[in-house]
């Protein structure tokens, strides 16, 4: 999950093509060059083009920026890149474009159930020279029966980003890591006339994906439980942990600013930068747009407490959000191949992950310092250093549940359902899509 944006635009949808006119402006064919001999910038030889749909908006303009440097050390290769997020479907689009016949050399995979939607597609990638140095919680999402399919991005967390100078002024000395210290510390934020929550419930992937990941991370076997949901041998009506989590999404909205379901991530992260919400719910890819708002804030992170168990809090919720797979029928499949192995092994790659893009690397040979990645990161891979982390679920769950979860979260949200209800319809939603 999980969104990523580039100067702001999680909310929003960026298709962009780029190509650049060494290609003739066709991307969709192969070029063949009918010089006798190869002269600077000039190939000889067949030029294919690699087509990149993916849908981390906030690194586009980096690689945009690999691409020219990709291809002057790869001249006989072209990369079209194409990419839509934010707030869009990258799923249905992604449909389309197979069943439109313009299938992507490259994609974006979550893993899991997410991995089995595309079997049929995907690359066995591994004989590929990175995949001995993944990071082993950034294989998981992508191996099956020993064989791997796809490249893990980056580590990414997902909890409640906070603002440390306004918690220090509101007399917070400690992250909470109960709800009933999260309820403590939010009525201290208001004391300082502090808005405690930015609360972006417009967005469903903030709810639908990667809020709920919780309420199943902390079942007492999350993959025990959601094969029971496949099976119809577990339920979300009466499951006390969703109660809990729901108590959770009550309290951010009482303590948070007006309007919730109309305030997109654009607006919520430029109300946190401004110091007018001391929390929101985010990951550390926030660290470079809050950046762009407020440079070198005092921020930090913290997992999201659904109830008093302390122990079982004090996780954060870490996963995978997304990985990029070779189209295993793609004429480019061999110059796909090439690039992902350059992304992660040349100098060029392994600064842009790290330096620009802030991400906490998914293979040891990729070294990120705090500077490197950041506060919210540095924060992030200390949970994981410490095995405190809980996995993100939500690629577990049926195709096209995590918008339904959204849809029904957010009729609790505007008193539309009361609990149970909202119960009844997380679980319609779940029989609704299961396989």
């Not at 709800?179 to 009525?187: C, R």
């Not at 109309?262 to 401004?274: G, I, R």
Request: aromatic share 8%; charged share 25%.
């Amino acid at each position: 999950m999980m969104k990523k944006r580039s100067a702001l635009v999680m909310s929003s949808v960026m298709l962009m093509t780029v190509v650049l006119a060494a290609c003739g402006g066709n991307s969709n064919n192969t070029a063949t060059n009918t010089g006798s001999n190869g002269s600077a910038g000039k190939p000889a030889g067949e030029v294919k083009t690699v087509k990149i749909f993916q849908f981390k908006t906030e690194i586009v303009e980096g690689l945009n920026e690999l691409k020219v440097e990709f291809e002057k050390e790869n001249p006989n290769i072209k990369l079209d890149i194409q990419t839509v997020g934010g707030g869009a479907d990258y799923g249905a689009a992604l449909k389309t474009k197979f069943a439109s016949g313009d299938a992507p050399d490259i994609f974006s995979n979550g893993g899991y159930a997410e991995m089995g939607l595309w079997a049929d597609k995907l690359e066995d990638l591994s004989d590929q020279p990175w995949v001995k140095d993944l990071i082993p919680m950034a294989a998981e999402p992508m191996t099956k029966d020993g064989k791997t399919y796809g490249m893990p991005m980056n580590l990414e967390g997902i909890g409640y980003v906070y603002n440390k100078d306004l918690f220090e002024k509101a007399g917070i000395t400690e992250t909470p890591k109960t709800i009933t210290e999260l309820e403590e510390a939010a009525k201290k934020l208001q004391a300082i006339d502090v808005i405690p929550f930015g609360n972006a419930y417009q967005e469903w992937w903030l709810l639908g994906n990667q809020g709920i990941s919780v309420a199943f991370a902390q079942q007492d076997n999350v993959d025990e439980f959601i094969s029971g949901l496949n099976a119809g041998t577990s339920t979300i009506v009466g499951n006390p942990v969703f109660k809990e989590w729901s108590n959770l999404l009550k309290l951010t909205v009482k303590y948070g600013q007006k309007n919730p379901l109309t305030t997109d991530a654009n607006t919520h992260l430029a109300m946190f930068a401004n110091g007018e919400t001391a929390m929101m719910q985010e990951g550390n890819w926030a660290q470079t747009l809050v950046d762009n708002i407020k440079p070198d804030m005092n921020i930090g992170m913290f997992p999201m407490p659904i109830n008093d168990n302390a122990e079982k809090n004090n996780k954060l919720t870490v996963g995978i959000p997304a990985n990029l797979v070779v189209n295993k029928e793609s004429g480019s499949k061999e110059e796909a191949k090439t690039f992902l192995n350059w992304l992660v092994t040349s100098d060029m790659g392994k600064e842009y992950i790290t330096k620009k893009w802030k991400f906490i690397p998914a293979l040891s040979t990729i070294e990120a310092t705090p500077e490197d990645i950041g506060k919210l990161g540095s924060d992030v891979w200390q949970y994981v250093k410490d095995g405190k982390v809980y996995g993100l679920q939500s690629s577990k769950f049926p195709d096209g549940v995590t918008q339904e979860f959204a849809s029904v979260i957010q009729q609790l949200i505007a008193d539309k359902v009361d609990e149970a209800g909202w119960e009844q319809g997380m679980q319609a939603a779940w029989d609704k899509l299961k396989k």
